[in-house]
C-alpha cells in the first residue's frame, strides 16, 4: 500500500488538505497528516485540523508520495520551514512522488525543485521572474516528472485524483472518481 504525508502548516487551505486527505485514504493509500508543530492547525477560514503527527515524528520516515496544501500564510510557514525543504529533497532524490497546490509550489521553487520544469500555481504566488529555470503555465494539474501541481481549491479534486492514478493506477482513480457522483 502506498503511503502519502500531507504537511499541513498554520494557515493552510482547509478545501485543498482536506480534500486531498479524503480521497487519497478512499484509494487505500496510507495517509499521515503531519503539523508542523504539536497541536491543532488552524487553516486560513478558521477551520481547525488535528493532524495524525508532527513533522518531527516524520522526519527519518520515507513515503512514496508528499503533499503540500497551500493557502496562506501556510505556504509561507512551509516555506520558512528548512526541514520542509530538507524532506522535499530527499524524497525526490529517492524519486518519489511530489505535489504542491495553491501558493505551495513556491515552496518547491523555493527548494529547487522546479528548476528546468512546468509548473502551476496560484495566479500570483509564484513569479518567473524569480525562478528563471521554472516554465509556469496556465492548467489545472501539471505533472512534469514526479513533480505535481495544481492551481488553488478549485483544481483539489482534480489534484487528488490525479495524485491517485499516479500513485494506485488509472482503475483505482476512476473507481474513487465514481463513488464521487461528479457532473460532468
Known sequence: MPSALILLAQGCEELEAVTVIDLLRRAAIKVVSAGLHAGPVTASRGTVLVPDSTLEA????????????????GARHLEEDRRVSTL????????????AICAAPKVLAAAGLLDGRRATAYPGSVSAADYPGLTLVDEPVVV???????????????FALCLIAL??????????????????
Not at 88 to 99: P, Q
Not at 171 to 177: F, I, L, Y
Open 88 to 99: 522535499l529533497r530527499r524524497h525526490a532524490a529517492a524519486g518519489h512522488l511530489i505535489a
Open 144 to 158: 512534469d516528472g514526479r513533480i505535481v501541481t495544481s492551481r488553488g481549491p478549485g483544481t483539489a479534486m482534480d
Open 58 to 73: 516524520e522526519l527519518e520516515q520515507t513515503f512514496d508520495l508528499v503533499v503540500l496544501p497551500g493557502g496562506l500564510p
Open 167 to 184: 500513485s494506485m493506477g488509472e482503475a483505482c482513480r476512476q473507481d474513487v472518481e465514481s463513488g464521487l457522483v461528479r457532473g460532468r
